[in-house]
């Protein structure tokens, strides 16, 4: 009896390990780290306490960076989430659940993609000379395109990046609120018909209530990826026109093996794991989620 007892942690044990070994020491050896200046090349660390952390908050670099991965929450909120919930309830709709299992492999395709393709895809579809983007734009507005430069232009570049992480996550994100929409009973949206609702009507007040924790996750791993971020910027962008579009993963990225200030990269890495850390606990916490 008590060897059953003692079995389960058993299994526990090794994945508990793993996460140990991989996730919780190097955590906390990186703010460690953080309180030195050390670097890839030469022995020896010195103590420099929370001096990097106080240049950091002066750093206007740092600023720019956050504001992006900001912007890019914000915007992936309402285009990966928000458009891949209305097409999830749209192919899980009576009229086309005979069409939905196409249409939802051509959606979830981007997602698979490298996104080293994807990048260089774009980065050639924006490109004024040979892409096609500024063709496009032209025969839809008439505008004057002979300028128009989205990645060149410290203004537009970061929306550039923007725009191509929503074609090829909001895929993504629906087929998980699918999979939310396809365990709601059947019973409740017949109920709602009896009743005279119609389909927006069923949308707001039966598949939303019930699809709560769902919207969660999506939210949770949409808003920490955003700042997460790195791929598309670097093979887009590299962060420019000068700092425009960075991001805080690609400024650490810099820090550390352009610039090598290996513990300057550990406080930015810091501060990064704090803001995606209490990001994730206010979005358990105001949704009032979380709980199944």
Not at 126 to 153: E, K, Q, R, S
Not at 258 to 264: A, L, T
Not at 280 to 291: A, N, Y
Request: charged share 10%; with cysteine.
């Amino acid at each position: 009896m008590r060897a059953k007892k003692y079995t389960p942690f058993l299994y526990i044990i090794p994945a508990l390990a793993i996460l140990l070994v991989f996730v919780y020491v190097p955590i906390i050896l990186n703010f460690f780290w953080s309180l030195f200046q050390w670097n890839a090349f030469t022995p020896g660390m010195n103590w420099v306490g929370l001096d990097y952390y106080a240049r950091l908050f002066q750093d206007e670099n740092f600023w720019i960076c956050l504001k992006n991965n900001s912007l890019y929450a914000f915007i992936s909120l309402f285009g990966q989430v928000g458009f891949g919930l209305v097409i999830a309830a749209i192919l899980e709709s009576q009229f086309m659940r005979r069409y939905s299992g196409f249409f939802r492999t051509v959606y979830f395709i981007p997602s698979i993609m490298s996104m080293t393709v994807v990048g260089l895809l774009f980065y050639l579809f924006y490109n004024p000379n040979v892409g096609p983007f500024n063709t496009i734009v032209h025969a839809l507005t008439g505008m004057d395109t002979t300028a128009l430069d989205i990645l060149g232009t410290p203004e537009t570049a970061i929306f550039g990046v923007i725009a191509v992480s929503q074609w090829m996550w909001f895929g993504y994100m629906a087929m998980l609120l699918i999979i939310g929409i396809q365990k709601i009973p059947d019973e409740l949206n017949e109920a709602a018909v009896i009743d005279g609702a119609n389909q927006v009507q069923i949308f707001w007040h039966v598949t939303i209530p019930n699809i709560k924790e769902m919207i969660l996750v999506d939210t949770i791993v949409c808003v920490v990826g955003s700042f997460k971020l790195f791929d598309e910027v670097y093979i887009m962008t590299r962060g420019g026109p000068g700092y425009s579009s960075e991001v805080l993963a690609g400024y650490i990225y810099k820090a550390a093996f352009r610039q090598d200030e290996m513990g300057y990269a550990c406080t930015i890495a810091v501060i990064l794991f704090i803001i995606t850390f209490i990001l994730s606990l206010l979005q358990m916490k105001v949704s009032g989620s979380g709980k199944e």
